[in-house]
């Protein structure tokens, strides 16, 4: 299993209850793992923080197959 791969879904609770456990218990022993998951952890709770009008595409916004 390669845990980093799975934390955004395991941070979003997508998991299917057995991958959760699994990933929790390697997250109790894996300091590099554990840190990445920290990092990602607040993402959903900024993400909800978002409105409608943040998801507006601005003349700033770079686009297309162009874009950087």
Same mark, same amino acid.
């Given at each position: ?9 395991y941070v979003?609770?997508? &998991? %299917? ?7 929790? +218990?390697? =997250? ?6 554990? @840190?990445?998951? &920290? %990092? ?7 993400? +909800?923080? =978002? ?6 595409? @601005? ?10």
């Amino acid at each position: 299993m390669h845990v980093r791969q799975l934390l955004g879904a395991y941070v979003l609770g997508a &998991l %299917e209850p057995g991958d959760d456990h699994a990933v929790a +218990a390697h =997250l109790r022993r894996c300091a590099p793992c554990r @840190t990445a998951y &920290l %990092e990602l952890a607040e993402a959903p709770s900024l993400l +909800a923080l =978002l409105t409608e009008a943040d998801l507006e595409p @601005t003349e700033e916004s770079p686009s297309g197959p162009d874009a950087e």
